[in-house]
């Protein structure tokens, strides 16, 4: 009798099929977790980065210039005259009654003209800060040059260059005899030729501020080869005295060739914004499409300014006003920028201002008419997220822009103020302390500028190579590495 055979392979599939089924399962998983970790990690803002894999900070050493030439010269403006430039100097009740007690750090003018122009100040103060409250700098303070990649020049030629303007008719800034700004300026210049720094670079890896367009004017060729931080370069370029319809403007001091700045080897920064910052969750309807506080009359590229008014003063949603920045002009400019939609940016005597920073911590829409502007950090931003950007053909097109504007949906510029408010930070320069002593915003504008130079340390190093390697006697032009 042949035995029934009973097959034996039956549950042998179905065991391959389970732990193939937990094979793939187990896979998929640890791919998940993988894949999450890995995202998360990259995505994770505090993520601390082996200073083997990248540079985490940019080393600085401040040049030892005379305190007279930085804190010295605050000391200096609290004790002089009002400013003759303005009707009310905020500074000058201060300064009669009630003085800045003396102190290592004096504080910044509250005078808009020079507030403006701040950076000088707040870059000094994270650098002055002591080591352990420098919390977040990228900037590293060395006290060696050997081990810098950089020289600050701690000249606050801002401050300098506008106390000599506040003298108003009495001012000397375009002479040099008489002319205590350009007596400061050629003294910073001396020293820093004297110190071995200098030699080795020819002043190649020094940084100086010139947030002002016509700080350092007189010494300017001198220091074409650092890296400069400026707001843009309209004070810097050569342009003809007439204006494009052949009527005579108001000649600035005569400015370098553009063969001596380039966004290649300066860096282009922020001004200290004016108005509060306004933060997301506060803002309200706005009943404006437009709003606009300034001069009407400018110069040079700032004519547009006048014609842009004519077209747009007699639209019913759009506000125009002039005024200055005193107190009662910074409570208009609050209650019109919190109010409208959009905020105009024309050129004014330079391409940029602080209307623009203001614009942004007010969260409305920056509208930047221009051809050839400047604006700091792009490549780490892009303004077109949060602003509208106009040709000025189209603007000075009747009608044109205010219809432009009106084609927006609500949703477009809930998302354009959303963006904004992601970046408002970005343009801080104040750490909240009078005296500018203390730890800095992580993600504020000292930081962008310092990552910023630090992009530009390559090339500089690569510069000063070329030019000691080049034989006694050789002359190589300067030559503009213009994008």
């Not at 605050?74 to 102190?103: C, E, F, M, Q, V």
């Not at 009106?406 to 408002?424: C, H, L």
Request: charged fraction near 25%; include cysteine.
């Amino acid at each position: 009798m042949v035995p029934k055979i009973t097959s034996m392979a039956v549950p042998r599939p179905l065991c391959s099929l389970s732990c193939l089924f937990l094979s793939f399962s187990l896979v998929s998983l640890l791919f998940f977790f993988f894949f999450f970790f890995s995202n998360s990690l990259l995505s994770d803002p505090n993520l601390r980065i082996s200073h083997d894999t990248f540079q985490t900070g940019i080393n600085v050493f401040v040049a030892e210039v005379p305190r007279s030439l930085n804190y010295g010269l605050l000391d200096k403006y609290w004790s002089s005259s009002p400013d003759s430039r303005i009707p009310s100097d905020p500074d000058h009740p201060t300064r009669k009654a009630n003085p800045p007690k003396p102190g290592k750090y004096p504080p910044y003018p509250e005078n808009p003209l020079i507030k403006q122009y701040s950076a000088e100040y707040w870059i000094m103060g994270d650098l002055e800060t002591p080591p352990e409250k420098r919390i977040g700098s990228f900037a590293k303070r060395v006290f060696s040059e050997s081990e810098a990649d950089v020289v600050f020049v701690p000249f606050f030629a801002t401050l300098s260059a506008e106390m000599e303007l506040a003298k108003g008719k009495g001012s000397s800034f375009r002479k040099k005899s008489g002319n205590e700004d350009y007596q400061r300026q050629r003294q910073v210049l001396d020293f820093l030729k004297n110190t071995q720094a200098w030699k080795r670079s020819g002043g190649r890896d020094h940084v100086f501020v010139l947030t002002d367009p016509v700080a350092m004017w007189h010494v300017r060729e001198e220091i074409a080869l650092s890296i400069l931080l400026v707001v843009d370069f309209g004070g810097w370029f050569r342009q003809d005295s007439k204006s494009f319809n052949g009527t005579s403007t108001f000649s600035f001091p005569e400015r370098i060739q553009h063969t001596q700045v380039s966004v290649i080897k300066d860096v282009i920064v922020p001004y200290t914004h004016l108005l509060p910052r306004l933060d997301l969750s506060h803002n309200h309807r706005r009943h404006s499409l437009l709003y606009f506080k300034g001069a009407k009359h400018r110069h040079r590229g700032g004519l547009i300014r006048e014609k842009l008014w004519d077209l747009l003063v007699d639209e019913h949603d759009i506000v125009l006003e002039e005024g200055f920045p005193n107190a009662t002009g910074r409570e208009q400019s609050i209650r019109g920028m919190r109010n409208s939609e959009f905020c105009l940016h024309p050129a004014g005597d330079t391409p940029t201002s602080c209307r623009l920073f203001d614009a942004i911590q007010s969260l409305c829409i920056p509208v930047i008419v221009s051809d050839n502007i400047e604006l700091p950090f792009e490549g780490i931003l892009d303004y077109s997220e949060f602003s509208v950007f106009v040709s000025v053909s189209d603007a000075l097109t009747p009608k044109w822009l205010a219809n432009h504007l009106r084609r927006f949906s609500e949703r477009d510029k809930e998302t354009f103020r959303s963006r904004m408010a992601k970046v408002q930070s970005v343009f801080v320069y104040d750490n909240g302390r009078a005296d500018g002593i203390g730890p800095i915003q992580p993600d504020g504008a000292i930081n962008h500028i310092w990552k910023k130079v630090l992009h530009k340390v390559p090339m500089m190093k690569e510069a000063v190579i070329r030019e000691r390697r080049k034989p006694v006697g050789a002359s190589v032009p300067l030559r503009c590495q213009c994008i």
